[in-house]
Structure formats: structure tokens, C-alpha cells
């Protein structure tokens, strides 16, 4: 009998043992609330050592394309995600009247060129008459000094014929011969002087035409340079209706389509478009982000910051401080920061959405190779665990927290690193998958037995 009832204890002890013990352990070991230690997101690792702040991939250089002159397209050479060079015609608008007033005013540029070459020939003409003129008149002139010589001969000799008549030795045909002599002089002479008048008439007036052929010149390329410059306002009249890209982009954005009319003007009401495409440079693409008024004290021109694309939020990609805004935003109390991207991407598109992290110089290294390997960018904000301050705890003066293995809690020394908005880096210590005491009760001790649920 007594058999039989040792018997039946050791079993019901060992059929009930194990739940009434569960029933003790619940009355009696306290209940603690724990968590499972993991990897944080990169840009939540940047973040404990540093400010963060949200922005937007913006481009420094971009355009919306469009004619000088307004006009119909009538060719579009490009669509969204076109690459461009500086230079190269996107759209063409119709021409077709432009092109005539370039050929007219080339006609007229050729009509003034003759007019020059006109005008050349008759200044050639008017100063061959004047040189002709001037060799007359010195001529005449030359011939009436040899008149006037011979004039005065005459008269001499008809002094002397008259003297030696009066004393009985000369004839009186001598006389008269002289005499006649005399006055056939004197007529050539007077005769000279009417011919050296006469050409220096001749010579005026050949030098006034010179001076009229200089002036028809002078019209004459005055014409021409009027004509070659009305051709090259038509000609740039022409060029304005081929839309060319600024710099080397890409299109990002297609604003009108052919058939439809873009005007440079365009005001409200109107139906023409302002813009043929939208292109941007790539290359000069940063990072505009509104960094709150308390937080501005982080920032600092060039100093070094992490971004993490919202579509991409586990690569960490280098930038640093390119220019802070002079102003603030009162309604928002922030502050634009534009940041500048050492790490260049693929993936990086205009008005993606990004994380930024301002980080101290030492936070962060900004100055390992930019062509390194991604994972090789992210290691030390990936090796950075982050757990709430609550769970933190200081025994015999050393940091720590409650490390539960089984059912019973260890405490682990950590190295921790910042602490802020009640989280704290810890730089080493633990690892992911650990299960740490979320708020521990100050009872608890190092290899306690515990209860615990997740936080």
C-alpha cells in the first residue's frame, strides 16, 4: 500500500512537476521586457553620430529649351532620357520664311558688291582724267613760258629794228618784218594763256570728280556693309529656329510635341508652349536639403556628411557641405544646406528623395578613393549598433546592459559611443541577434533567472 502510494506521488510529480514549476517560476522570477539586437539601416547608423536631415537630389545646371523667335515645331530630335551634347539641334521650328528673307538679303549683298566694284572703276577713271588734266596744265604752262620768251625776243628785236631805221642803217622791211614777228608772239602767248586757264578748269573739275567717285565709294560700302549685316541678322534669325542645347545633359522632360507652337513670351491665356524639353546636367546634380534651425551648429562649409537615397537606403554615398543658404525659412524654422556628392551613381535621379547625415570630421572618412567598392563606404556605419538608452545599465562603474542566454541574464560591459533622442551607439560589446533588458529592475543581478517578453 505504501508502495502504491510512493508510486502514484512519483508519477503525478513527474506527470505535474514541470507545469507547477512553470506556475512558480511565473510567481516568482521577475518579468522583464526585452529585444533582439539587429543591424540598424546605415543611414540610422550614420545618424547616431551625427544630424540628420531630409532633402532632395536637385541639378545646378538646368534648362527649359526654347526658340528666341516664335514658331511651329516641325522636328523633334529627342525624348526623355536623350543624351545631348553642347550644341546639338533638339527641335527644328518651320523656317521656310526666314530661309527666303536670308536669300533676299544675300541677293541684296550681291548688288551692293557690284555697286562697290562700280564705283571703284569710276574713281579709277576720275583720277586717270585728273592726272591727264594736271600733265595739260603743265603742258600749257611750260608752253607759255616759252611763248612769253619768245614774245619778249620779238619785242626786242623790233626795238632794235626800229633804232637802226631812225639812224638811216636798217630797211624798213626789217621793220616791219620785226613788227609782224612782234605781234605773232604776243598772240601765241595770249593764246597760251587762254589754253592754261582752260586746263586748270579742266583740272578742278577732274579732281572734283575724284572727290564724287571717293564719296560713291564710300556709299557704295557703306551699302555693303548694311547688306552683309542685314544677311547676318537673317542668318541668326534662321539659326533660331534649330533649338540647341546648352551643355552636355540629358532630357529629362519633353514640354511640346511637333505641330504645336512655342513662343519665348509666353503669358497667361496663350496656347503656345514656353519650352520644347527640359534637360540637366548630370554631372553637376546635388543634394538640397532643410536642416533645421537647432541643428544648423553641426553644419559647417566643407565639412563631411553621408547621403542615403531613399531608393537605395543601404549605400551610403560621401558628400560634404558645399554652401549653406544666407536666409531661413520662417515658416518651416529650417535652413537649405546644398550639399555636394563626392560619390557619383547610377541610380541617382532629380528630385529623388534623400537622407542626409552631417557628420563630425572624424565620424565619417571622406577622403578613401572614390572609385572603392560600395560595401567598402558603408563598413564602419554598418559595424555601429544602436539600442534605446533604457536598456543601458551601470554596475561597479561600468556601462553595460543584461544579456539574456537561456532563461537567465548576464551583464556585458559595452563601449558605447553617442547618445542622442534616447538611443545610444554602442561602438562594441555586443552582437546582432543578442537579446538585451529593455528598463531592467534595479533588483536584478548578474546570472539572475528571469521571465521576459519582447519590447
Do not use: H
Not at 323 to 338: H, N, Y
Amino acid at each position: 500500500m505504501r508502495l502504491s502510494l510512493l508510486a502514484g506521488i512519483s508519477f503525478a510529480l513527474w506527470l505535474f512537476g514541470p507545469a507547477i514549476s512553470g506556475f512558480a517560476d511565473r510567481m516568482r522570477l521577475p518579468l522583464v521586457k526585452t529585444m533582439i539586437v539587429s543591424a540598424p539601416p546605415p543611414a540610422a547608423a550614420a545618424a547616431a553620430s551625427g544630424t540628420a536631415a531630409n532633402g532632395y537630389v536637385v541639378a545646378a545646371r538646368r534648362a527649359a529649351l526654347s526658340s528666341d523667335v516664335p514658331g511651329r515645331i516641325v522636328e523633334l530630335l529627342v525624348k526623355e532620357g536623350s543624351v545631348v551634347k553642347q550644341g546639338d539641334v533638339v527641335a527644328r521650328l518651320y523656317s521656310d520664311e526666314f530661309a527666303a528673307a536670308l536669300a533676299r538679303s544675300i541677293a541684296d549683298l550681291r548688288v551692293a558688291e557690284a555697286s562697290v566694284g562700280r564705283a571703284k572703276a569710276g574713281f579709277d577713271a576720275a583720277k586717270s582724267d585728273e592726272r591727264q588734266s594736271l600733265d595739260g596744265v603743265e603742258s600749257s604752262r611750260e608752253q607759255l613760258v616759252e611763248a612769253t620768251a619768245q614774245s619778249q625776243f620779238a619785242n626786242a628785236e623790233l626795238t632794235r629794228s626800229r633804232d637802226l631805221s631812225q639812224l638811216g642803217i636798217g630797211s624798213p622791211r626789217e621793220t616791219e618784218r620785226s613788227q609782224s614777228e612782234a605781234s605773232a608772239a604776243q598772240a601765241r602767248m595770249r593764246s597760251l594763256e587762254a589754253a592754261l586757264r582752260r586746263t586748270n578748269s579742266a583740272a578742278i573739275s577732274a579732281q572734283l570728280r575724284v572727290q564724287v567717285a571717293e564719296s560713291e565709294i564710300a556709299v557704295a560700302f557703306a551699302q555693303q556693309q548694311a547688306a552683309q549685316a542685314t544677311v547676318q541678322q537673317a542668318q541668326a534669325t534662321l539659326d533660331k529656329t534649330n533649338v540647341k542645347a546648352p551643355f552636355d545633359g540629358i532630357v529629362v522632360l519633353k514640354d511640346a510635341e511637333v505641330g504645336e507652337v512655342v513662343s519665348p513670351n509666353v503669358q497667361g491665356g496663350n496656347n503656345a508652349r514656353g519650352a520644347v524639353c527640359t534637360m540637366v546636367d548630370f554631372n553637376s546634380l546635388e543634394v538640397q536639403a532643410n536642416v533645421p534651425e537647432t541643428a544648423l551648429s553641426m553644419v559647417v562649409e566643407g565639412g563631411p556628411c553621408a547621403v542615403f537615397l531613399d531608393a537605395d537606403p543601404d549605400r551610403m554615398l560621401k558628400g560634404k557641405v558645399d554652401r549653406i543658404w544666407p536666409t531661413a525659412d520662417r515658416q518651416k524654422a529650417t535652413v537649405e544646406v546644398r550639399v555636394q556628392l563626392l560619390d557619383r551613381s547610377s541610380a541617382i535621379r532629380p528630385e529623388m528623395g534623400v537622407r542626409v547625415v552631417f557628420q563630425k570630421a572624424a565620424a565619417v572618412t571622406l577622403d578613401a578613393p572614390q572609385n572603392a567598392a560600395p560595401d567598402a563606404a558603408t563598413t564602419q556605419a554598418k559595424a555601429v549598433l544602436v539600442i534605446p538608452e533604457s536598456a543601458l545599465v551601470e554596475i561597479g562603474g561600468k556601462t553595460g546592459a543584461f544579456v539574456i542566454e537561456r532563461d537567465a541574464v548576464w551583464f556585458q560591459v559595452l563601449s558605447i559611443g553617442e547618445r542622442k533622442a534616447s538611443r545610444a551607439a554602442v561602438l562594441s560589446g555586443l552582437r546582432v541577434g543578442q537579446r538585451i533588458v529593455l528598463e531592467p529592475p534595479t533588483t536584478l543581478r548578474d546570472s539572475d533567472r528571469v521571465q521576459f517578453s519582447d519590447g
